[in-house]
């Protein structure tokens, strides 16, 4: 049975694992609500892969501890596996199943949840069952994959990488099965270095760096939070002088027009050009990529030293 503890999906404490002198993962704390998507962020090497493992038991840590569905992950990882759906970042299939045979084969490993959504999920993804796996293209064995992961409409999803080799339809149609499971109430984990697939689908994301975890962002804020951008045209030529003010980095300059950056407070640059004849202006939050690397290139990265 599922147990229930504060209403955590997944929590962990200082989670570490390394393998020899080489970091995975390093300090891992991490609270993720029931019925939350959770973005796992960061570029591949970062210790997305190593910490996913961690939780569904593929790995045991160095150090520290965790729980999944209120169990813990090294004493009860066989149980654990039973009530999610995970999407590895490498998938491998036996290559001489059939499609169909493969779903059935993966099934009855689980007694405790009924496949009740394959038929549903193969058709929306377009699936041919008849042919075997080593006769799918990427992007079919990875959508054999999601059906895997999703088919037993697990309580918690765990997602490594899950649109790799889709395409844009695909995509899209993976994105609205990910919002009707939330709808329905359940976790999902989604690790990703895509920084739009994050930003489309979760609440909160987490950027992992180097082996640790740097931030834990709400993504309706994180654009307001950290940094936005302006794009200005004049009437006339100014002096780039103008904008030697707190919080204001110029990243493009060519003939009237400026593109800048813009932290903290807005209402000192607005004063600024009220002294102007402004002929177009154009104020937009920042995309999660953007900040991302701004993580990176504030903290410095040596993506060598992680897995």
Known sequence: MVEKANNFAIKTEGLTKYYGKVRGIEDLTLEIEEGEVFGFLGPNGAGKTTSI????GLLFPTRGSGKVLGKDIVEDSIEIRKFIGYIAGDVHLYPNMKGGELLDYFAAFKPELKPVLKNELVERFNLDLSKRVREYSRGNR????????LMHDSPLLILDEPTLGLDPFM????YQVIKEFRERGKTIFLSSHIMSEVEKACQRVGVVQN???VAIENVEEIGQKKVRFMEVSFKEDVSPQIFDLSGIKILE???????LSVKGDVNQ???KLSGFIVEDLNFSHASLEEIFFEYYRKEGTDESKSL
């Open 171 to 174: 995509q899209r149609e993976f």
């Open 269 to 271: 640059l607005l004063k």
């Open 253 to 259: 300059h060519y003939n009237r027009h400026f593109r």
């Open 211 to 213: 082996g640790r975890l």
């Open 142 to 149: 990875q959508k054999l994959a999601i059906v895997l992961a």
């Open 53 to 56: 493992r961690l939780f569904i």
